[in-house]
Each structure stands twice: as structure tokens, then as C-alpha cells.
């Protein structure tokens, strides 16, 4: 590259040497002057039938690339020689005239279309650079006869305005629900409801309720909505009196905790199942006691359950007392589940070491709230919003987001995943037509944003893509250089 210290307006001014009778006319079309990566690239059809010379003469066409400071890089030339000149060519190891690289035609064998192409590193000047044509005519004695140069085309750099990234705040659906549950093997004396503190193993059971509780009581950030209790009994005795024993005892351990608890009385709840022939079943399969397929049967049978377990004490007396003795004790116990909800929260700070201990307490307002203090595209804005998916993967506005946070920093495979859970909502297709542009694949944008004639965003997008369209053909045009 050299720089010939010219504005573009002078080159194009600059006078023949001598008459302009000689220079023969170029037709110019199919022009494509564009960036491709790292390159810039030259297509076109030059239209060499005008270009007779006589024997002793040449023309040489050779395009330049030209800035508006005058930088200048001259592309590859083609001659059209003469026969005396083409034969002087030849006898000069193939030497051209431009003295640079060059495709030569002997005049009498030109074709009349020549497809002509060329590809540079492209250099930041060639931003809004002009591509022109050299037209050298030369003399017998290589003597410069005549000269112009032309215009031909501009370089525009479309840079395609990028599609407005626009965040959706999530609906308010309330504050984040969690439990905790379990079970505790309570021992009642038989046949009674009461509750014995320091029985077998109460002390035990007991404090594990008690400490669930705690738990959740402790946390400052959450608020007890419910205590859930059910009561189980085992498959001996009359089933009639299994279910008094499993509503009483389930009472009774109800009003265990009311005493240990400050609780509104409708904060706790009761449940209860008389026998837990479920539980049963469990046992048996993990078991490898004999008549196992037989007994399994029965359990699944349906038949009352007072004479089902008769049947089986009946048939398999050994396995009976077996179960009686190992796996019934099991069966007489109460599931628990604590339910609270989590606090609101509005300190950014607050919300910040949330989603890093324990992300899954925090509600789409939460992490919203925190997304738009955050500067677009940093390292904590984009793991905002990749945190938020993460908690609610099937969330559609939640998807949105993360696929424009996406977006934002380039990555499209990310933000097509995260588009593919998005649904149909307006703000989904305009994130799918902006994913797109952002590909290049203008005509499936265009279809994207032309489904939301209200919003003003894709109508902006819609805009740009006839803009680039427009600069598109324009390069396409047939010129003649006379």
C-alpha cells in the first residue's frame, strides 16, 4: 500500500496527458466491493469488447482502492496488448506494464466478458473508501499516452444497528414456598393415645420434629405458614380400631407441639390412615422372606382390610410373626412437614448474598431487581440472569432474559437454547427475530418482526434490515466507463 498524497476528488480530476482520443470505454457491472472477515473482496464483470488497441499500443485497467486522505492500494491489473506488444510481453518473461501483478490479453484474443476478482487484508481506512479505475493507454516505447481514472463504486460499512436488548419483568406471583418433611416413630403403649416423653425411644423422635421446627424458626428470612402431621397405625387388630388409634395419636401429637409452639391453632393440620399397607409393601419387596410373591399378592388384593391381614396371619404364620416383630413397629409412626414462606426481599445487597448461598429462596422480582443494577453485559449481570434460569428452567420470561443477556455478550448458541423454552409471547418472537438478525438471516428476522406491528422495537429492526437491502443493490448497478 502507498500513499499518493491525493484526494479522491483529485484522482478523479486528473487530466489526460494528452487528447482523450484512444482510451477505449469499460462496461462495469456485478460489481460486489465488501468486507468478508478479515478481506476486503472485489467481484466484477468487465465488459472488454471496446478495448481494440493497435499493434504497437496497450491498455491497462488497473482498480484502486482509494481513502478520502489519499491512501491508495492498487489491485491487480488487466492488460489488453496490442499484437506487437503482446509479442514484446511475452519476450519480457511476461512482464506487464502496471509492473505488478497482472492478467494479459492479446487484443485479437480478449474475451468480451472477463470475471474479475481480488481480495486484500482489509485495513481500517478502507472504511468509506472509494473504488476507482485506472485507465492507462501506452505507446510503442512503453511511453504513457493517456490516463483517467474513474469512479466505480463506495465501500459503505454496514454496520447493522443492533436489535434493542429489551429485559421483561416477570410477573409478581408472590413470595418463594419451601418445606421440610420427615417422619418420627412415636411409641404409644398399646392400645393408648397418649404421649409418653420418655418412652422407648420418644426422646429421640420427638426432638427431630422439635428441631425441624427450630430450623426453620431460627431463619430470619422466612415465616412458618403450616405444620402438617399424619398419623399411621399398623394392619393388626380390628381396622376399626386402628383408625381411632391413629386419629387419637396424631392428637395427641398435635397438641404436643401446640404446647412446645406459640402457633395459631390453624397454622397446624392433621391427616391420618389407619393402617399403612403401603408402608407394608415396602418392606416385603426390599425383603427376602419366604412365600414373598403369595404375600405381596394379598396385599395387593381387594380385599377388606381386616380379612386380608387375617388371610395372611392364616396362611403364612412364620412370615406373619416375622413381619409382626420387624416390620410392623415401623408402621406405626406420623410423617411432618413444615411449610414456610421467604421474606421479600428489597436490599440489593440482601439479594446479592442470597443468590449466592441459597439462590433458590429468591423469586424472579428478586433476581430482576438485581439484573437492572447491575451494568449490562458485566460478569455479575450475566450471572444474574443465568442464575435465574437455573431456578425456574421452565419459566418463559425467565428464558427470555437469559437468552437476551446472551445476546448481549454475542454467544448465540446459548441464546437459541435458552429461545427454545421461551413459548410464543411477543416478547419471545422479538427476541427470536433479533437472535436472528444478529446471525445475518435477515429474511427470517423480517418474518420474526413483522408478527409484532406494534412495538416499536421491531419496527426499528424491520427498518434497518431495508436498509441494508437497499446498500446491497446499489452495488449491483451497471456503470460504463466512456
Not at 326 to 338: K, V
Amino acid at each position: 500500500m502507498k500513499k499518493l498524497g491525493l484526494l479522491t476528488a483529485a484522482l478523479i480530476a486528473a487530466a489526460p496527458l494528452t487528447s482523450a482520443k484512444g482510451i477505449a470505454p469499460v462496461g462495469v457491472d456485478s460489481i460486489s466491493f465488501d468486507r468478508h472477515g478479515e478481506y476486503m473482496m472485489l467481484d466484477m464483470n468487465l465488459d472488454l469488447t471496446p478495448t481494440d488497441v493497435q499493434s504497437r499500443r496497450a491498455q491497462v485497467l488497473t482498480p484502486l482502492i482509494v481513502s478520502e486522505n489519499g491512501d491508495t492500494l492498487s489491485l491487480p491489473s488487466v492488460g489488453v496488448y496490442g499484437r506487437q506488444r503482446y509479442i514484446n510481453y511475452l519476450r519480457n518473461d511476461r512482464a506487464g506494464l502496471s509492473r505488478e501483478s497482472e492478467t494479459a490479453f492479446k487484443a485479437s484474443e480478449r474475451p468480451a466478458d472477463f470475471s474479475y476478482e481480488a481480495a486484500v487484508p482489509f485495513q481500517p481506512w478502507m472504511n468509506g473508501s472509494q473504488l476507482l479505475m485506472r485507465r492507462r493507454l501506452f505507446g510503442c516505447a512503453n511511453c504513457l499516452i493517456e490516463e483517467r481514472i474513474d469512479p466505480v463504486t463506495t465501500y459503505f460499512q454496514v454496520n447493522p444497528a443492533i436489535p434493542e436488548i429489551i429485559y421483561f419483568d416477570a410477573k409478581d406471583e408472590g413470595p418463594v414456598v419451601e418445606s421440610l418433611e420427615g417422619a418420627a416413630y412415636i411409641d404409644f403403649i398399646v392400645d393408648k393415645t397418649n404421649i409418653e416423653p420418655n418412652y422407648r425411644r420418644n426422646p429421640q423422635e420427638l426432638f427431630k420434629i422439635q428441631s425441624t421446627i427450630d430450623t426453620v424458626l431460627n431463619d430470619k428470612d422466612v415465616r412458618i405458614t403450616g405444620v402438617w402431621l399424619k398419623g399411621f397405625a399398623s394392619p393388626e387388630s380390628p381396622y376399626s380400631h386402628n383408625t381411632d388409634l391413629a386419629i387419637g395419636r396424631t392428637k395427641a401429637l398435635k397438641e404436643h407441639i401446640r404446647q412446645l409452639y406459640n402457633f395459631d391453632p390453624d397454622i397446624i393440620a392433621t391427616d391420618y390412615e389407619p393402617e399403612d399397607w403401603a408402608g407394608l409393601r415396602r418392606f416385603v419387596v426390599a425383603s427376602n422372606i419366604d412365600h414373598k410373591s403369595e404375600i405381596l399378592e394379598l396385599i395387593d388384593s381387594d380385599m377388606a382390610p381386616d380379612p386380608k391381614e387375617a388371610l395372611i396371619k392364616k396362611r403364612f404364620p412364620k412370615e406373619y410373626k416375622f413381619m409382626l416383630d420387624n416390620f410392623y413397629p415401623a408402621l406405626r409412626h406420623t410423617e411432618y412437614r413444615i411449610t414456610y414462606e421467604v421474606k421479600r426481599f428489597d436490599d440489593l445487597e440482601k439479594i446479592r448474598q442470597v443468590m449466592r448461598t441459597r439462590p433458590n429462596r429468591l423469586t424472579l422480582r428478586d433476581f430482576f431487581l438485581l439484573g437492572n443494577a447491575c451494568a449490562p453485559g458485566s460478569d455479575e449481570f450475566n450471572e444474574v440472569y443465568e442464575t435465574a434460569v437455573r431456578m425456574y428452567p421452565d419459566n418463559p420470561v425467565a428464558n427470555i432474559n437469559a437468552a437476551n443477556a446472551a445476546l448481549q455478550r454475542k454467544d448465540y448458541v446459548t441464546a437459541e437454547k435458552y429461545l427454545s423454552r421461551a413459548g410464543d409471547s411477543p416478547e419471545a418472537v422479538y427476541a427470536r427475530g433479533s437472535l436472528a438478525f444478529s446471525q445475518g438471516q435477515y429474511d427470517k428476522s423480517e418474518s420474526l418482526m413483522r408478527q409484532l406491528p406494534d412495538m416499536k422495537a421491531a419496527r426499528d429492526v424491520l427498518d434497518e434490515i431495508a436498509r441494508i437491502r437497499a446498500h446491497s443493490q446499489e452495488k449491483v448497478s451497471r456503470i460504463s466507463l466512456d
